[in-house]
């Protein structure tokens, strides 16, 4: 298999993430959520269908701890995960990071979380040459509806202690 090259690549994410973008809300919608909370509440877990391809990715949250050692509260870090296009082929490893101005709020699915990426393809060396030298731009900054990383009802009423202050 030849690699991907980084113009293909950045089309080819570039393009999903509009879909994504455009389609978060609609697609969630019509099939089940596919997304969970990790037992430590550290991470939303969600694998869906938009459009063409089979979202596998993970939103991922740092723990902020008070003086006496508990969590105070709960910041987003990233958005990491795979893209699979449905009909086969490699996926496409992605990482997102919330920009300066992103409003996303877990507590109110209607919210908007703004995301810078970067993607690549499967890895063909080593781990580390590729963190650093195979990931590229997606390009402009994407809008994906807070819903999409949740479950069909929300947070719930009850989050586990010190979870999403």
Do not use: H
């Not at 969600?46 to 723990?63: E, H, T």
């Not at 993607?119 to 580390?128: E, H, K, L, N, V």
């Amino acid at each position: 298999m030849t690699p991907t090259s980084p113009t293909s690549l950045r089309s080819i994410v570039g393009s999903a993430l509009v879909l994504l973008a455009l389609g978060a809300a609609a697609a969630s919608a019509q099939a089940p959520s596919g997304s969970t909370l990790s037992p430590d509440g550290l991470n939303f877990l969600v694998s869906k269908d938009q459009g063409n391809d089979r979202w596998a990715v993970s939103l991922n949250f740092i723990p902020r701890f008070a003086a006496d050692g508990t969590i105070e509260s709960y910041e987003i870090r990233s958005v990491s995960g795979n893209v699979f296009p449905l009909d086969g082929g490699a996926p496409t490893f992605l990482f997102c990071e919330p920009t300066a101005d992103s409003t996303g709020d877990l507590s109110d699915p209607n919210s908007t979380y703004t995301l810078r990426c970067v993607a690549a393809g499967p890895c063909a060396t080593t781990a580390f040459e590729c963190a650093q030298q195979e990931y590229v731009s997606t390009g402009d900054d994407v809008q994906v509806p807070t819903s999409f990383f949740l479950p069909p009802e929300g947070l719930g009423v009850t989050p586990p202690p010190n979870v999403f202050q």
